[in-house]
């Protein structure tokens, strides 16, 4: 896809561990990492840690994707962790995230790849359609790479799933963090809950989605409204659903559908649409249900009205869609001291490439590994750990949050020309395979490494 490509290349252009050794390495002294040239609209307070706050070495701020990857990566070291939620279970409502060969490289990682897999359906390839019905282009996804692996996958279950690996006292659920704070000698991050509760964590890792006040503390700005907002729902078909393994997508002019076989009984569906602003906070299944049939209602699209119309009410959701640009010298660093942001606390991005999820796991693998071996050397200290994941992380999702954004702008454009090119050139002669997934193709460091 040439346009699509230009964008990519402008973008681009720019252990084992064991509980005795998490212990006595919190009893060295961890020097202070300074933090040179950057403004933050917010200063970071200092406080006097209190003798009856409750002391734990790791704290991870939400049980999400991120959090509990991060928990259960930290744990196959031997490395305890406390994960608060805010919520009071698990938050399984949506319905669910696209995963590529990259993001199941982490939950192999992680060692929950194949459970979570022999649930779901592996989807062999992708048809395109203009909004009138016409065929745009069609093709597998491994016909030009054999090794690549796409499945839609239920945010439910992979969050049950992470959760089940974790020791039973691992998630403090209706634990939201209300003031976060920096010990006076610097040693410590002091987090105080809504209900009174303080810690002192010797290290925050925060998972705390898009709107993270840890990313707001440490001087991040708001995330930016992309213009477009997501209905989205799993269909439900008890007695198996009609559809063959592959992408289902179809443009029109501000406006895109698609669905995507999950399960033998159940498929995913998305509705994407302009909006000036992004309007108030909707959750009644009723109305949601009714304003996504009627974006697609005069549309050659059956299937999405039949899709919407056999889709559980908690599966239902509207989005609109933000994401945050981490351009270089002016955006800060994810982590101070040893505080550090994950996920979508750090990089929030648009799903128009289907990577927020598969990059906040590849950060929780990749975090949490320069975590481990930082407390198992005298060499490297854990600020040193989080600069080198930023770093080596910033290089990754910076460009890929930026392409995200503008593949989105084209698909939702609604200029006539821009859209006759998309649907007459674009799509049907220069969109390859390769092009679609040379993304996942990620390899973490460490594999890297090990192939030397």
Sequence with gaps: MALISSILQNAKSRVSLSSS???????????????VGVIRPMSVSTVNAKANDRKEDIVIVGAGIAGLASAVSLHRFGIRSVVLEQAESLRTEGSSITLSKNGWKALDAIGVGDEIRSQFLEIQGIVIKSDDGKELNAFGFKDEDKSQELRVVERRVLLETLASKLPPDAISFSSKLAKIETSENGSNTLLQLEDGTRLSAEVVIACDGVWSPTARWMGFREPKYAGHIAFRGLGHFPEGQPYEPRVNYTYGRGLRTGYVPASKTKVYWFVICNSSSPGPRITDPSILRQQAKELVRDWQVADMLTLINCTADDTLT?????????WPLISPPPSIGRTVLVGDAWHPMTPNIGQGACCALEDSIVLTEKLAEAMKS???????????????????????????????????????LICSVRNNIVVPKLLKPRTLTRHANYEFEQTKRNKH
């Design 21 to 35: 050794n998490v212990s006595s390495y919190f009893q060295r002294k961890i020097c202070q990492t300074p933090r």
């Design 318 to 326: 509207r989005n609109p869609l933000y994401d945050r640009w981490l």
């Design 378 to 416: 005298k060499h490297i200290s854990v600020e040193e750990a989080f600069k080198a994941y930023g770093n080596e992380r910033w290089r990754r999702v910076f460009p890929l949050t930026v392409m995200a954004n503008r593949v989105g702008a084209l698909l939702q454009s609604e200029n006539k």
